[in-house]
């Protein structure tokens, strides 16, 4: 995997994209003001492709990308790992996933379980806060990000599986 | 019969005399019973064009523009001096601000910070605080050589110290994710209204005094432990592409 990989520096070169778009973060790609989640389009071909453990540790790996590029108290890191590992059990173990709406609706979990991680460090950090307009605030984001991010998995999602299955990275 | 005959031109010929008299009195009464405003509008359009010319009102200005802010200058030096005696942050105008652009906005969703395009070479810390035309807009959470990171108010993990200045009435302002963050008062009973101005408490050792911040747009007086507010931030960062940071 590791050997793969070297020799196909594309495969990094596109995990660094994420940390960019996500910086980028273009409004003309937003729904109200939010973005795709561009670690869940990237993760989610990829751990299919590569597989279980290796899936982990690119959602860790990207995890620590993004928690470099954030401030505050909450962390990528508990989502990405268990969504990568997640994914690779999938491509490793399930059935073969190729259509475009099978992978929107893997996207669509995958953010919105993402987003609950969030949700539930918030909650956490803000424990006796008395802060219950919190809760309306993060379903809506939760909610917008899982359909846009959904919207955009298709097109995104179903063009990068094909090129890592060219590569045949397993 | 004669008398009564030439008696009636004699009473119409001194009635024809006195009324112009009656009619001059009856308007002059007019005017003072009016406190004089035809008259005062009428002279005021006949001496239009030797009014003072606006050199004078400027250098008028000018000479109250100056006194203020000498008067201001005092003050500030002041306020300084019995700030440091009290071990408090300097103010807000002792030192200079720099520009920065803003590279990244990311000022909804679950992260709510900006990239500027300056960073440590510029001498911007951790910690400094990061103004918008209007009023405050957020903290500097980390900072690289080049770029620095700003915590802006809404964020759910934002935390600042502010103050009524109106009333003196302290609390703090918490991010929720939303544009309007929250006010939560230290008084059970705060005589606050909406439309105050809430500004950086004198109080905070963390950041310079009475920065404005936002307008209360709404208060919640029944809430518990103690009553908050829905504070209107003065500088929207979803529309600000240049920004000033405070350095400590």
């Known amino acids: 995997m590791a050997k793969k990989l070297y020799s196909r520096p594309i495969c990094i070169a596109s995990a660094l994209l994420v940390p960019f778009l996500t910086l980028f973060s273009p409004s003309w790609l937003s729904l109200f003001g939010i973005t795709p989640s561009w670690a869940v389009l990237w993760l989610l071909p990829w751990s299919l492709e590569v597989g279980l453990l290796p899936g982990l540790i690119s959602g860790l790996y990207l995890g620590f990308l993004l928690d470099a590029i954030s401030l505050g108290e909450i962390s990528h890191l508990p989502g990405l790992v268990l969504l990568g590992f997640w994914w690779g059990w999938l491509g490793r173990y399930g059935s073969y996933i190729q259509g475009t709406f099978n992978l929107g609706l893997l996207a669509w979990i995958g953010s919105v379980f993402l987003s609950l991680t969030f949700w539930i460090q918030i909650l956490v950090r803000n424990f006796g806060s008395h802060l219950n307009s919190i809760n309306s605030w993060a ?11 959904a919207l955009f998995a298709p097109f995104i999602c179903s063009w990068t599986l094909l090129i890592w299955r060219r590569k045949k990275l397993r | 019969m004669r008398v009564q005959f030439w008696g009636a031109p004699i009473r119409l010929r001194f009635l024809r005399r006195i009324t112009p008299w009656v009619f001059i009195g009856v308007s002059l009464f007019a005017v003072r019973l009016s406190k004089g405003v035809v008259f005062s509008d009428v002279y005021s359009l006949m001496i239009r064009p030797f009014w003072p010319g606006s050199a004078q009102k400027e250098w008028l200005q000018r000479s109250i523009q100056t006194e203020q802010y000498a008067r201001l200058q005092l003050l500030i030096e002041d306020n300084q001096r019995l700030r440091s005696l009290l071990s408090l942050e300097k103010s807000a105008l002792s030192k200079g601000l720099i520009s920065a652009a803003v590279i990244s906005r990311r000022s909804t969703g679950w992260w709510q910070q900006l990239e500027l395009g300056k960073g440590s070479l510029n001498g911007i810390s951790e910690g400094d605080i990061v103004i918008g035309p209007g009023g405050l807009l957020g903290r500097i959470g980390s900072v690289t050589p080049t770029t620095s990171r700003v915590l802006l108010l809404t964020a759910p993990s934002s935390r600042v110290a502010v103050w009524i200045p109106r009333n003196k009435h302290h609390g703090m302002l918490i991010g ?23 500004s950086t408490s004198p109080a905070s050792t963390l950041m310079p005094p009475n920065i404005p911040v936002g307008v209360i747009q709404s208060i919640d007086f029944s809430a518990l432990p103690s009553p908050n507010a829905v504070i209107q931030l003065i500088a929207a960062p979803h529309a600000i592409d240049w920004v000033q940071v405070k350095t400590r």
């Open chain 1, 139 to 149: 379903f809506q984001t939760l909610l917008l990000q899982a359909t846009i991010t």
């Open chain 2, 176 to 198: 929720r994710g939303t544009n309007r963050p929250q006010l939560t008062f230290v008084d059970r009973t705060p005589k606050v209204l909406p439309g105050d101005l809430v």
